[in-house]
Nanobody, 121 residues
Framework: QVQLVESGGGLVQAGGSLRLACVAS?????????MGWFRQAPGKERDRVAA????????NYANSVKGRFTISRDNAKNTVYLQMNSLKPEDTAVYYC?????????????WGQGTQVTVSA
């Protein structure tokens, strides 16, 4: 069982930056999992923003955030990060981190509770 807790959300002006963190706890280590960040805006579906493999060797990003967001991980700290730069009002959403055992599957087994990011114009 893995528990994921996100932090770092808040209110920021357009053009600003935030760094989200996702800390894993439980009777396992985050190094066993491939991780992703998702977001869900009101009235919209939850979309994946970024993903990173278990050792950080592979990453991918949604087109809407490429060049602005960076996903990274520190397995020694059981933590995954999402650095968000040049934020836009359309980035406003609840952001979730999630863990999956396999890089090749779309299914994520564990989810955090989410952290709100609000970008004002």
């Amino acid at each position: 069982q893995v528990q994921l807790v996100e932090s770092g959300g808040g209110l920021v002006q357009a053009g600003g930056s935030l760094r989200l963190a996702c800390v894993a706890s439980g009777r396992t280590f985050i190094s066993q999992y491939n991780m992703g960040w998702f977001r869900q805006a009101p009235g919209k579906e939850r979309d994946r923003v970024a993903a990173i493999s278990w050792n950080g060797g592979s990453t991918n990003y949604a087109n809407s955030v490429k060049g602005r967001f960076t996903i990274s991980r520190d397995n020694a700290k059981n933590t995954v990060y999402l650095q968000m730069n040049s934020l836009k009002p359309e980035d406003t959403a609840v952001y979730y981190c999630a863990a999956r055992s396999s890089w090749s599957t779309a299914h994520y087994e564990y989810w955090g509770q989410g952290t709100q990011v609000t970008v004002s114009a």
